[in-house]
Each structure stands twice: as structure tokens, then as C-alpha cells.
């Protein structure tokens, strides 16, 4: 394997390479190899986030975030259908992300949830056509991230220039490492393979609906940064059912731990050095190749800028709260949804 394909590896492709080494010598040189992947991850997602924030304002950031993910993962990841129409479908997906989000902010509770339902089914029908690709985990995690963090007036006009310029990259990438492949099915395809009696449409408007309400829930209570609860409901509604149970076991420890680090971070370390909490967080995430630590590494980010409004005490107990119930309600809705579909 060259220098250059060991960088390919993810997480556990890269601990599976180091621990079937065969001398000393292997293993360290794939371990330096690993390291050095992390840091040249972090580093690059660093400044991405940043230009983005220098060009388009610190209010804007976030959008960095979200097309810095679209642009990793649809390196690899395809839509399913031909690249010309996968074309059309980032259009329509870029334009709910620039939307969707600011409409649901700017509407009442009852009004937010049903837009919420519309753009995440929308969004799921043109991206997870395939299952296996997870492609959900983006661009669904993108729509929450844009809601989370709204912006009005002037800076949603950069907020729009901003995801515009985005999604022209994430189409270039995506068109160049997958225009060698041969797709059949066609944009309208999409649409005319929507069933509800099939297991995968199913599965999409479970997560729709649970997201939307979990959010609903969230806002009639009045809780600060409800989009959290919004991520974990996302993340544990897996198309597998037999699998969430293991989703919310790491999930919810994940963030407990979290938040105990974060304060022992917070308390202990210079402050000076609590602006690079994220930083540290994300090459956590890069050296752990399971759920449940990526879980703990990812909450430190999501505190370090919630602290700032929040205060300590609130930016743990609600990332930590949002978690377990987002978690467990999404657990409880796909039980309660499938008895609903089987009666």
C-alpha cells in the first residue's frame, strides 16, 4: 500500500493496518502515517472554516462547517443516478439548506415542524436513495447545523453567497471523482421510486417526522440550542432498526463523558487555551474509530461554543440533556412508528 492510499484509510482502516503489522518497524511507520493524516485533516478543516469566515463573516462559519463536510464526504459518497441529474439534485438540496432553515426560524412551533418535514424528506429522497451511503449524516446534519445557528439581514445575504459558492464546489468534486461512473436511474427516477410500503421510504419519513418533532418538543419547553436534540434523534434513526439500541448506548455515555472532560478542560486548562477545545476535539475524533468516543470528542466543539451564552453549568447540562433525550426519544418513535405501520 502506498503513502498515499494510507492516507484513504479511515479511522479503523488505519488501526487494522497498524495492528496487522509485522515488525516494529511497520507499525511505527504506519502509526506516523496515521498522526499525520489527523493533523493534516484538522489543519485543512481548519482553514477551510476560516476562509470561509474571513470571506463571508464569523457569522458564517457554520456554512464552512457544512460544505467543508459536503466536500469530504461526496468525494466518495454518490447520490445514485446519473451525474448530470445528480447535478439538478445538489441544486434542489443547496437550495432547502440556503431556505429551509431560516423559514423554519422565522414561522411558529407548528408551522417550523411541518416545514422541517418537507425539507428533511426532500433532502432525503434526492440523497439516500442508497442506504449504505449514509448520505443523511451531511446533508441532514447540514439542514439542522444552518437551523441551529440562523442569521438575518445582511448576514443572511452572505449566508446565501456563501452556501451558493459551497454547493459549486461540492458539485465540482463530486462531478470530477465520479464522472467515470455509470448510473441508470435519472433524477425523476427519485421520485417515481418513492413507495411507502417500501422499508426505505419508511425509513425516511421516520426520520423526518421523529426529527421534526423531537424539535417541536424541544421548542414548546423553551430549551436553549434545541438543534442538538435534533442530531441525536438523526443519529440513532438508523435504516436499520437492530442497530439504534448500539447508537444510543454510545451516544448518550459519549456525551456524559463529554461534558466531564469538557469542565475538567475548562477549569484546569488556561484560559487561553480554551479556543483551541475544538481543535483538540476534532483530532479526537480523528484518533477514535468508535461511535461512542467519537461521541465524547464531538461534544467538546459543540460546548466550547455554547459555553460562551450558555455558561458552563448550562453548555453541559443541556448538551449532555439534548443527547439522552434526543437519543432515547428516537429510539421510543421508531418502536412506536413501526407498531403504527404493522396495525
Known sequence: MTFYQELQLNQAGSKALIKASKSKKEKYRHIAVYLFKILLTVAFCTAFVMAFGAVFGEDNNIVGVVMLLCVLSFRYADLGIKNKDAMWAFAVIFAILAAGPRLANACGLVAEC???IVCIMAIMILSCHNVLMFNHATLVLGYLLLYGYDVTGEAYLYRLVAIAAGAALTMAVYYRNHRKRTFKRTFKDLFKEVDFQSSRTQWQLRLALAI????????ILHLPRRMW???????VTLPFPEEIKGRVGGRIPGNIIGGL????????VPKSLHSYIGIFGGIGVGLSATY????VFNSLGAMAIAVSFLGLPGAVFYRVFHNAFGALYGMFFEKIYSRCIKA
Do not use: N, R
Open 114 to 116: 411541518m416545514i422541517h
Open 212 to 219: 421534526a418533532t423531537a424539535l417541536l418538543l424541544a421548542g
Open 229 to 235: 436534540a435534533g442530531i441525536a434523534v438523526m443519529s
Open 261 to 268: 472532560v469538557f469542565i475538567l478542560i475548562y477549569c484546569f
Open 292 to 295: 461512542g468516543w467519537q461521541a
